[in-house]
């Protein structure tokens, strides 16, 4: 038998990876003990599990020790470590050069910069922590963008484009002198116009992340309103979701929702009606499916009431005349006796054959990331009691 020896693989030769700038940007976020890396003093660990479950994988430890060989980091400066101490902590130093320990917090900082000198200061605190050295501050200023999209990649591409998409810290590694949002909006303009409403978003942009979102909401109705045709099924939850919960950033604060920021911007109803217009004309391929009075009618109603009540009950009836003028209804009837048995079905009938969720899905979506923003989609519109009690059940199973 042959034995089996390829070729090594060859390293990345870059000096820096992104595994240096996620922990120089955490050292440099929260001051990290020198003799334990893993603690902040505000309590914060740097869980490596954090890291894992945004597909970085890295040991947290090892990489400082990397950083520090390489000075990117530094331990601080005795005068340095004055501003991540508490008021109590600066007393001590006071009380050890016998000088008036009362005072805000700058006025002690002040009185210690005065009168202490850095032994003092070493001598009466036990704290020190890693300073970013004028090279590591370049470092991370150059691969900024590693963080942009570290930080927000969760929020533009949800499940499951989060975990396939090819702009991550590592594309942005390679390619560091790009701008992210742009970059990624060029590439979704023809993809995902629901991407590229939360990049919007994210950049502060609410004019073109509810233009955006609009287009995303039109184009799934326009989805659902072509199955109707076919199949005589709809769904009117299918891109409300997504459309009701644009993310900001978090240095922005609060998520806002769409229907937040419509009621932020001064538009005319004139303007308005152009806008909705445009999107009309550009979403719906099959004018007769939705004209757009009945579809004007729809989204103001999403955007100007409370809830989505009327919203649903304005498309339920679209797709009900649809169903209707193209001969769905017998189909119709299969498909509502078959969702009152399975709620009919308290005990939930264990003995019978249950049909899988995605089976089901199969018979009315052939993309794959399509069916998974489904799943999750439903999931997010469940009760928390039904999701516990999903839980045991699947709990349950595994055991079995």
Partial sequence: MTNFRPPAINNNNSIYKVEDILVLYELNKRPTYINDPLETFSGHTHSIDSFKAR???LDFVQVVSKLQENKLIRENLPREILKHLTVVEMKVILKAISKPVK??????????QTHASDEDIRNNTDKSCFVLTELGLEVLEKYKNVLWIHNNKRDIFRYPF?????FDEYYFMKHWDLDPPNTLIDYYETKNSGIVARIYQIENNPEKSLLYGLRKLTEEINLQLEKCKEVGWFNTSA???EFLSL???????EPLSSKTIFKGLTISDDNFEEILKYIYDFAIKNPSL???NNFHEIIIALLTNPGDELYRELLYNLYQSNREKFGHEDYQEDINNYHQKGFDDEEGKQEEEEENLMDILDLFITDENRKLEMVFELIDLLDLEVIKKM???I???LMN
């Fill in 55 to 57: 597909d970085i994988f």
């Fill in 103 to 112: 005072g805000t917090k700058d006025i002690v900082i002040d009185r210690i």
């Fill in 290 to 292: 939705v004209s757009f």
């Fill in 239 to 241: 891109g409300l979701g």
């Fill in 391 to 393: 839980k045991i059940k």
């Fill in 162 to 166: 989060y975990y396939e998409s090819k």
């Fill in 395 to 397: 709990d349950n199973r």
């Fill in 247 to 253: 993310h900001a950033s978090p240095e922005l604060g």
